[in-house]
């Protein structure tokens, strides 16, 4: 039980600094992270919406049109209405927008990169193995039971 509890007390940590990190350390200026990864998104992609935007980033319309609102007072995006249904309107960025996702550093390369490179080259490749065996563990909602409850006999007796 003891290794199943320091897994646990480490993923924890491990998540907790990542997030950390990514939300002190990436992106300067007035940009938080989100609104750094919202200008990435507007320049992939051909004709965005606070629509296909919000269910791109997987957060709620209200809270995207808010970081539309922001970015676009500050001079990183604009909406333009559709020409062909006016109802429409899509979000593009603007040359200061252009400006920031070539200037800025944003990147989880560029945030975590650092500490890639303080893990002995030896001991990298497994423990890339051992995260990405983490991220398929968690992304299997189907069999998360199979996948990370404790066998039957692991459990405790009631």
Do not use: W
């Not at 509890?5 to 990542?18: D, H, I, K, N, T």
């Not at 992609?45 to 606070?50: A, L, R």
């Not at 990183?76 to 960025?93: C, E, G, M």
């Amino acid at each position: 039980m003891i290794k199943r509890e320091r897994f646990a007390a480490l993923a924890s940590e491990v998540a907790r600094e990542v997030v950390r990190r990514r939300s002190s350390e990436a992106c300067c200026g007035d940009l938080t992270l989100e609104q750094f990864e919202t200008l990435q998104i507007v320049d992939r992609t051909e004709q965005s919406s606070i629509g296909s935007l919000s269910a791109t980033m997987e957060v709620d319309l209200s809270t995207m049109s808010r970081n539309v609102s922001v970015l676009e007072k500050n001079g990183y995006l604009q909406r333009v209405r559709s020409a062909d249904d006016r109802r429409l309107v899509h979000v593009r960025l603007t040359a200061k927008g252009r400006s920031a996702l070539t200037t800025l550093r944003c990147s989880e390369s560029d945030v975590l990169g650092e500490i890639y490179e303080r893990i002995p080259p030896g001991e990298r490749a497994a423990v890339v193995k051992g995260l990405e065996a983490l991220r398929r563990c968690l992304l299997e909602r189907e069999t998360a039971t199979a996948c990370c409850s404790p066998s039957p006999s692991q459990r405790r007796p009631s």
